[in-house]
């Protein structure tokens, strides 16, 4: 089993920026790949970003592209999503994930999944 813990959430403005941190615990050695989703009110989950654990390599939404950046510390077993230029339409609730298999853009390619942070953009 792995355990995700996402911390890093709030409240901001429009324009601002968060660091959204997935920290990753239990038995992380079949870890391939780790995504961000996020589910606004009333709305499906949707893929957000998702990096490969050994190489690094990246993959965004086109509604994020240029404003967002995943990134990963190996030795932490932390995955980070920098938001910037945060949009009223950018307020959901994040969620990290995990996933034996690399550039997944479904929530069923992932088999872990943390419990969200909440992230709130005012106008």
């Known amino acids: 089993q792995v355990q995700l813990v996402e911390s890093g959430g709030g409240l901001v403005q429009a324009g601002g920026s968060l660091r959204l941190s997935c920290a990753a615990s239990g038995r992380t050695g079949g870890i391939r790949a780790m995504g961000w989703f996020r589910q606004a009110p009333g709305k499906e989950r949707e893929f957000v970003a998702t990096?490969?654990?050994?190489?690094?390599?990246?993959y965004y939404a086109d509604s994020v592209k240029g404003r967002f950046t995943v990134s990963r510390d190996n030795a932490l077993n932390t995955v980070y999503l920098q938001v910037n230029s945060l949009k009223p339409e950018d307020t959901a609730v994040y969620y990290c994930?995990?996933?034996?298999?690399?550039?997944?853009?479904?929530?069923?390619?992932?088999?872990?999944w943390g419990q969200g942070t909440q992230v709130t953009v005012s106008a």
């Open positions: 994930a995990a996933g034996s298999a690399r550039w997944a853009t479904s929530t069923t390619g992932y088999a872990y």
């Open positions: 990096i490969t654990w050994t190489t690094g390599s990246t």
